[in-house]
């Protein structure tokens, strides 16, 4: 018999060998399934290959398709300059677009999957690169082939998603306010900024216009976020007007107009789409919603407003540089501005709720959004910036004394963060009082603010000199707390003077951005070196205390707990010390600082005498029990003042 040929052998009763290195199944085509897949040539030990006629002209194919897809290119980009329905061209200028319109990819860290994978791909086209000319393993090339194709098109895909998620529908009329009032507020912005805008540096007035461009006049479909953002700024705005009397919107209802944006912003903050696909337009309007809800005391509601928030900024990189980087100037610096002023918020909220920090310093490397050069609106800024500073010092008092880390390090290593915060915490008060706020807009106000650097200073002060209290040698008070929390009392005094005398909603400015900002744990340590001690200087200044608060309770909800919870601490403090009965379970010692004895059973029990008191002493607010769970609570086991304040000491009519 004749030796078989190659030719007569097609059937292939073998696998290639690719297949059989690869251990795959083969078809055993000539050329196999496999082979032609990934257009390498397929062997047969000992058969020559059958060229592939595809092969000769590949190269000529991809040179042409490189052709095409230039062209096509070209033309795209052609199209969409003089398509009208790509990109219009009205006869007046429109402003640039709104920054959120087309969401970022999102951020990714260092360590992520897809990061790696990029830098994985980079690695390997440059060790092709680095071959010089050498002939490249066909598996190799194949390889590098998938991943380019799986890379680019899982990144389309993301990219696509987030777009369509961003869109929504163009907004029905009836959902907005009228299109003459909203005209008539944007031209008053324009002409002069409302305080809620000038005090919070939300220097970017044009987003107003261009927001109401985009809503009322839709080109394009309405960016996610852009109805609820609107609305909020919305509310502050047309309030400040109210406030203010502005001639030009006297003949509007700003009074309804205020309650139908306060009511169409809950709802955009309420909805799921707010839950997804971050923008910035979104994450501004949190900002809104947290600002709003520590107004309303609401405390639970804030924090998860902050953590929505918070998780927005790190899926867009908010926190690094190198996401902004890229960012042209306006959009970028919006974006440096919601973040710290979310940053700010949480570092407060954080250490008075005793919570730690979303905001975590490690992992933040973005750059402070630059102060304006308009000497109006400068003073704003830097008291803003400053305001960072002090933020992050917050963050650091509860990181290095309260955290559970924190609490159980030396007693060497928390007296000298003691001793460096209230140092640090110190300077960042004088740079807030250097600032020259005389050519301010609003300059009254940035004169009271300044005035009541002491009183927030003196309270946080407290709340550091707190953390001296050790378990082991039984401190209750040190003497250091007690004098911080008589200056930050005295000091909260002399901020009311200021504002006592004034319009409704400027003594507002001191409840929510002064009263409120601090936990007011200086009350309740006087209150306890007071019924400790017998003190009547201390009585006095609880008494003087709680009747300035007795004048504005009626500002907000938060105003009112304030004073009834305080009211309620001083009616039982007049009756100890007019008594001369002191609260057993503390020992007041010569440099003003209270021990708890320590007894055979361990820690002692705070209490307050047990003798008649006078029906009127407590209220439906507190009872004598309250207040004793309560000095417990706080002196005992080092509960925040605020997650105290705000979880059982008081019944439901006054949460």
């Known amino acids: 018999m004749a030796d078989r040929t190659p030719s007569r052998n097609s059937f292939r009763p073998r696998a290639c ?16 399934s496999s082979c032609g897949a990934l257009g390498i040539p397929c062997k047969l030990a000992g058969v020559a290959s059958v060229p592939d006629p595809r092969r000769a002209v590949s190269s000529q194919y991809e040179d042409k398709i490189d052709s095409i897809q230039e062209q096509l290119a070209t033309i795209q980009q052609a199209l969409r300059e003089v398509n009208p329905s790509a990109s219009p061209s009205p006869a007046h200028p429109v402003p640039r677009p709104v920054p959120s319109a087309d969401p970022a990819p999102p951020f990714e860290g260092q360590s992520s999957f897809h990061h790696e994978s990029i830098l994985a791909k980079d690695a390997a086209f440059s060790a092709v690169a680095g071959a010089q000319g050498r002939r490249l393993d066909d598996h190799v090339s194949a390889a590098l082939s998938s991943l380019t194709h799986s890379l680019d098109r899982n990144t389309a895909l993301s990219q696509d998603v987030s777009v369509n998620k961003a869109s929504a529908s163009p907004v029905p009329k009836e959902e907005l306010l009228p299109v003459d009032l909203a005209v008539s507020v944007v031209k008053a912005v324009k002409a002069q900024p409302p305080f809620f805008l000038v005090s919070h540096s939300w220097r970017d007035l044009l987003q107003i216009e261009v927001l109401c461009q985009s809503l009322y ?19 502050y705005i047309i309030r ?30 309420s909805s799921y789409e707010m839950m997804t696909a971050p923008t910035l337009e979104k994450v501004q309007a949190l900002l809104i919603g947290i600002i709003k809800a520590q107004e309303e005391f609401d405390i639970q509601r804030c924090w998860t407003y902050l953590s929505l928030a918070f998780n927005m900024c790190q899926t867009l990189g908010f926190h690094r540089s190198s996401a902004l980087k890229d960012d042209v100037s306006p959009a970028a610096e919006a974006k440096r501005h919601v973040f710290w002023s979310l940053y700010t918020i949480d570092k407060n909220v954080s250490l008075n709720i005793g919570f730690t920090s979303h905001f975590q310093d490690h992992d933040i490397d973005a750059d402070l959004f630059k102060p304006s050069g308009d000497p109006s609106q400068r003073p704003w800024d830097l008291m803003a910036l400053v305001t960072v500073e002090f933020a992050t010092i917050q963050g650091r008092v509860f990181d290095q004394l309260y955290s559970v880390g924190a609490i159980n390090s030396t007693d060497a290593k928390r007296a000298a963060a003691v001793q460096q915060l209230s140092l640090d915490l110190i300077a960042v008060r004088d740079r807030l009082v250097a600032i020259d706020v005389s050519s301010g807009l609003y300059a009254d106000s940035l004169h009271g603010m300044a005035a009541c650097a002491d009183f927030i200073a003196y309270s946080v002060m407290t709340v550091i000199y707190r953390a001296q209290s050790r378990p082991t040698d039984a401190m209750a008070v040190s003497s250091n707390c007690y004098e911080a929390a008589r200056l930050a009392l005295d000091s909260h005094l002399k901020c009311f003077d200021f504002f006592r005398g004034r319009q409704t909603h400027k003594q507002m400015e001191y409840v929510n951005w002064i009263l409120l900002y601090p936990s007011f744990a200086p009350f309740v340590i006087v209150f306890t070196h ?27 909800r938060g105003s009112m707990h304030l004073f009834a919870i305080c009211e309620a601490f001083a009616k039982t403090a007049q009756v ?17 600082s209270l021990f708890i004895p320590a007894t055979t059973e361990g820690p002692g029990n705070i209490a307050l005498p047990d003798f008649p008191w006078p029906e009127n002493t407590f209220d439906s607010a507190m009872n004598q029990q309250d207040i004793s769970l309560f000095l417990n609570d706080f002196i005992g086991t080092g509960r925040s003042v605020m997650d105290m304040l705000s979880s059982g ?5 006054l949460r």
């Open 17 to 32: 060998d690719n297949c059989r290195i690869r251990k795959i199944k083969c078809d055993k085509a000539t050329p196999c």
């Open 217 to 235: 006049f839709p080109l394009q479909p309405v960016p996610a976020g852009s109805v609820t953002l609107l609305h909020g700024l919305f509310f």
């Open 240 to 269: 400040d007007y109210l406030h203010q009397g502005h001639p030009d919107l006297a003949h509007y209802n700003l009074a309804s107009s205020v309650e139908f944006c306060e009511r169409r912003f809950f709802e955009g903050l």
């Open 530 to 556: 007071a019924i400790a001690t017998s003190s009547s200087s201390d009585l006095s200044l609880l008494q003087d205390t709680v009747k300035s608060l007795d004048l504005i309770k009626g500002l907000s």
């Open 576 to 592: 100890l010390v007019d008594a001369r009965q002191t609260v057993t379970g503390l020992e007041h010692h010569q440099d003003g």
């Open 649 to 653: 000491y008081l019944n439901d009519s």
